[in-house]
């Protein structure tokens, strides 16, 4: 059963990069669309963004658009989420799911990022954008 797990997090300064990793165990992300979501103390969990199974289609929450990038690389079975011009709104745990249903996928993420029944999660990695 496919399994994920998030690294790259950290604390960072405003305006900073970081570079998040979603990498897959126990089976193949190929046939997956991917998600990264994430949830600030207090807050309900936000989409950020996703990536189709083949690559080529992405969509980003407008908070995020033009300083967040998705890509997956096939080889290392990894997903990425870089992010760039980073502010404090943008501390949070951030997330990567995965679902088959491209779709849904990208419907949770622009108007419904509190379901919670997409296919498998991953545990979060801790961002923090502080001086």
């Known amino acids: 059963q496919l399994r994920l797990v998030e690294s790259g997090g950290g604390l960072v300064q405003p305006g900073g990069s970081l570079i998040l990793s979603c990498a897959a165990a126990?089976?193949?992300?190929?046939?997956?669309?991917i998600a990264w979501f994430r949830q600030a103390p207090g807050k309900e969990r936000e989409g950020v963004g996703c990536?189709?199974?083949?690559?080529?289609?992405?969509t980003y929450a407008a908070s995020v658009e033009g300083r967040f990038t998705i890509s997956r690389d096939k080889g290392k079975n990894t997903v990425y989420l870089k992010m760039d011009s980073l502010e404090p709104e943008d501390t949070a745990v951030y997330y990567c799911?995965?679902?088959?249903?491209?779709?849904?996928?990208?419907?949770?993420?622009?108007?419904?990022?509190?379901?919670?029944?997409?296919?498998?999660w991953g545990a979060g990695t801790q961002v923090t954008v502080s001086s």
């Open positions: 990536i189709s199974p083949d690559g080529t289609s992405t």
């Open positions: 126990r089976s193949t992300l190929d046939w997956y669309a």
């Open positions: 799911a995965a679902d088959v249903n491209w779709d849904l996928l990208r419907t949770v993420v622009v108007s419904d990022p509190t379901y919670n029944n997409l296919e498998v």
